[in-house]
């Protein structure tokens, strides 16, 4: 390090004692741009060690670019000391040892020395102000935009506003301003309406202040105080600034004034406070001691003998660290490092937490701040101890930790600890002997929906405790979120995993008991060991995408990762990414399948499937990503453009084609959908919209969309019907609760489930049985029944003989495009001619 100075300052210790001080930063440069002299705040400003900063250029504190992007000059640390501006209040960002910048104040005053002229800067770290600043100019800028607004904010927050139009000479103060000082509005605002406001002892100054103000200044932070009309006080804070035009001329005043009067009382009390404290300082809980270079202790107050539970006689004479747990030694060579620092400052501090041990082997938890005291010759004196009782806060942030990383409802380690652990068994096992299982509760929603939350709670309780039961004592076991549980084990090989998860499963076979009530459920589990190079994330992932694997698996309920799972995880989220944007690209298309009556073969309306003209993968079938349209409620969009299309392509085909006049649309509907209150109220739009009779529209929906909310469902069919909308309830028979539903929805249709239909050819009388129940059941509760699925003229000839009415199938013909559909109607009106 180069020296500071030539010379000596004159003299230079007194100046430095002068700059350790004072209560800022200080930093003092010569007239090449040269630090020469720093106190430690400004080195722990910004964040340097002792004596760093001496030698090197200003720059390294205050950036350049920011000096000239603030007004063009260099604001003091020129080379010509007569052109050097001096001054308080400059505000520009500095820059800390790592390179994050943030916002100062510098005062500048010039030093004179035999060698030449200096400058010392007092800087001060201004983000809190800025902050502040920052939200009072938000609040401004949005009383410009929304005056009422405003004014609610102002309500709130007991802050009012004012302008003073230095042009026009209008004035305006906000109505919180006016409630504020206690006027009529109707007084109109003034100068001196205001002064008649301010308390005498406070009237003299506030003048001032509005003349600073009048000769154009700015000021910040102004505390008067007001006598509003009904003799009360009030403490106020206000701020003024003065904009200019473009030539520098005052055009306006603006400013705030804040009711402080809550804060004010509240610094006062807490100035009494100071003050008690300061008297009672002997009697305190913090320990003071003194101690010499050899760290034994030669002065202590009440609180060290209170804090150790030893007499003063047992306690001087011996180091802190004679105190210490065995276990908790902590940071011995603190002192010596204290004494060993070169910087040239009469103190330098640290702190640091013991355990400190009571003569009853009670063990005291304390926080000690040691600062090295320096003679007037800059050489170690002695040292300065604090002592403070900090047992409370250790057991709460032991206590907080515990939280931060513990589910609250199950007692379980939470994500953030899983997380931890995870990385942690991974460090100290080999990574094949690690494995991860993902839990997820199957259909968790339905029971928490049905039960209430309470309920939910209550069983995610019972099978955590399942879950620990069947886990080792080795494993971990964690709540990874909502329903979903993750299990962590070590030293396992992959067979014993596989067995592990087949236990979890088997765990929740037993029902679980809600309030008397026995309610089933089951689990998906998603195995994956680990490779080299795996973290907790990549496991966690891998064991998701397992277990959503085993969510489609029927039976076992348990599926281990491989990398295929990974790859068709992947395709899924690139058809998710691409499919929310099919419909601004117009990618997706309508086809139609005829529905005939089996009798006459005439049409009698279409069903319209959605398929997905894929820039990439071609035409792909609802099959590809409907479902994660469901999952991801892109369906709620696409539905309402297949309802829109179905019925414009209807409404054309009655205009424009003969034999089209009486068709009808068959339109399939999502659970989301039937679900959502908002639904009837859309298809009515979309009727009216598209100018199309509701009885042209047919709705079908699935059994187990009414069964999972049949409240709402049921209203909502109900709403529809009530429009004038046919409801077909389509794949019947499949459900187990078909007939007991089917009362209960006002349905005008039922389609018989294709795999019924198909079973006809192969001589499955249960299948005829199955349909003949329908027909007779809706017969029974007059409803139209259709056939799904009919391929071959025997399945259709058992249709008849069963008493179906209508069908649809490839027999007749598969889902076709918009102009084929038109075409097909034309020659089947030509057909049925009577002329043909």
């Known amino acids: 390090m180069i020296e500071p100075l030539e010379t000596p300052l004159e003299p230079q210790s007194e100046l430095r004692d002068l700059l350790e001080a004072a209560p800022d930063a200080m930093v003092v440069v010569n007239d090449a741009g040269t630090i020469v002299l720093t106190n430690s705040q400004a080195e722990l400003l910004f964040q340097y060690q002792p004596g760093e900063l001496e030698g090197q250029q200003i720059e390294v504190l205050v950036p350049e670019r920011h000096r000239h992007r603030h007004d063009g000059h260099r604001h003091g640390y020129g080379r010509n000391p007569r052109t050097r501006r001096m001054g308080s209040g400059l505000e520009l960002h500095g820059r800390r040892s790592d390179g994050s910048e943030f916002p100062v104040e510098i005062s500048l005053s010039p030093i ?44 709130l927050a007991h802050v009012g506003s004012f302008e003073i139009n230095l042009v026009t000479g209008e004035r305006w103060w906000s109505d919180e301003y006016w409630r504020l000082l206690g006027l009529d509005k109707t007084l109109g605002p003034s100068r001196e309406l205001l002064l008649s406001t301010i308390h005498p002892d406070d009237l003299a100054e506030t003048q001032a202040i509005w003349q600073r103000v009048d000769g154009g200044e700015s000021v ?16 106020t804070r206000s701020r003024m600034r003065v904009e200019t035009d473009d030539h520098g001329t005052p055009v306006k005043i603006v400013g705030t004034t804040m009711d402080v009067t809550t804060l004010h009382h509240a610094m006062a009390r807490q100035r009494e406070a100071e003050i008690n404290f300061s008297l009672s300082f ?13 760290g034994r202790l030669t002065r202590i107050n009440s609180a060290v003998c209170s804090i150790l539970a030893r007499s003063e006689s047992e306690i001087l004479g011996k180091r802190m660290l004679d105190f210490v747990s065995p276990g908790e030694r902590g940071d011995e060579d603190l002192m010596a490092r204290l004494i060993g620092n070169h910087g040239r400052y009469r103190t330098c501090s640290a702190t640091t937490e013991r355990a400190l041990v009571t003569p009853n082997g009670d063990v005291v938890w304390a926080q000690e701040t040691i600062s090295l005291v320096r003679n007037e010759q800059g050489d170690p004196s002695h040292f300065f101890l604090q002592l403070q009782d900090v047992s409370d806060r250790k057991q709460a942030e032991d206590a907080l930790i515990h939280q931060a990383t513990h589910d609250p409802l199950t007692g379980l380690g939470n994500r953030a600890f899983l997380s931890e652990k995870i990385d942690q068994v991974l460090a100290h096992r080999a990574a094949d002997r690690v494995s991860v299982l993902f839990v997820d509760v199957n259909k968790f929603k339905v029971i928490n929906d049905a039960r209430g939350h309470a309920a939910g709670d209550a069983l995610l309780v019972q099978i955590a405790d399942r879950l620990r039961s069947a886990v080792r004592p080795t494993d971990t076991l964690a709540r990874f979120g909502g329903d979903e549980f993750v299990i962590v084990c070590e030293d396992i090989t992959p067979e014993n995993a596989e067995r592990l998860a087949g236990r979890i499963v088997d765990a929740t076979r037993a029902p679980f008991d809600l309030e008397g009530q026995q309610v089933y459920v089951t689990l998906s589990v998603g195995v994956v060991m680990a490779e080299a190079g795996d973290d907790a994330e990549t496991l966690l992932r891998k064991s998701d995408v397992a277990m959503y694997q085993a969510k489609e698996r029927d039976r076992t309920h348990v599926a281990v990762f491989d990398h295929q799972m990974q790859a068709l995880a992947s395709s899924r989220l690139e058809t998710e990414s691409q499919l929310g944007g099919a419909l601004e690209r117009d990618e997706l298309r309508l086809v139609y399948q005829p529905i005939v009556d089996v009798h006459t073969e005439r049409t009698i309306g279409f069903e319209a499937l959605v398929r997905w003209q894929h820039p990439s993968r071609g035409l792909l079938a609802p099959a590809e990503f409907m479902s994660i349209a469901e999952e991801t409620g892109m369906i709620l969009a696409i ?57 042209a529209l047919h709705l079908e929906l699935t059994e187990s969309m009414v069964m999972s909310r049949s409240d709402v469902a049921v209203q909502n069919v109900t709403a529809l019907r009530e429009l004038g909308v046919r409801v077909s309830l389509d794949d019947f028979g499949t459900g187990y609760s078909s007939l007991s539903y089917l009362h209960q929805i006002p349905a005008h249709t039922v389609k018989i489930d294709r795999s019924f239909v198909a079973a006809i050819g192969e001589d499955n009388a249960s299948a005829t049985s199955i349909i003949g129940a329908i027909v007779g059941l809706g017969r029974a509760l007059e409803l139209d029944v259709v056939g799904e699925g009919v391929e071959t003229p025997q399945q259709v000839e058992e249709l008849r003989r069963l008493g179906v009415r209508y069908a649809q199938g490839y027999l007749w013909s598969p889902p076709i495009a918009p102009a084929a559909a038109q075409e097909w109607i034309r020659e089947k009106a030509v057909r049925d001619s009577p002329s043909a």
């Open 112 to 155: 004179e020395t035999e060698r030449g002229a200096l400058v010392c800067s007092a800087i001060r770290d201004i983000s809190d102000r800025k902050l502040v600043e920052d939200e009072l100019r938000g609040l401004r800028e949005a009383a410009e935009a929304d005056r009422a607004r405003l004014a609610e904010a102002q309500r």
């Open 220 to 235: 910040d932070g102004v505390t008067f105080r007001i006598v509003r009309p009904t003799g009360e006080v009030r403490w």
């Open 282 to 294: 002997e009697h305190s809980h913090v320990g003071l001691a003194m101690a010499d270079l050899e």
């Open 639 to 695: 539905g309402e453009w297949v309802l829109r299309e179905a019925l414009m392509q209807l409404q054309l085909w009655r205009m424009d084609v003969p034999g089209a006049r009486d068709l009808f649309v068959a339109v399939n509907l999502s659970a989301r959908q039937v679900q959502d209150p908002e639904f009837p109220a859309a298809v009515a739009r979309t009727l009216a919209q598209t100018r199309a009779e509701p009885a």
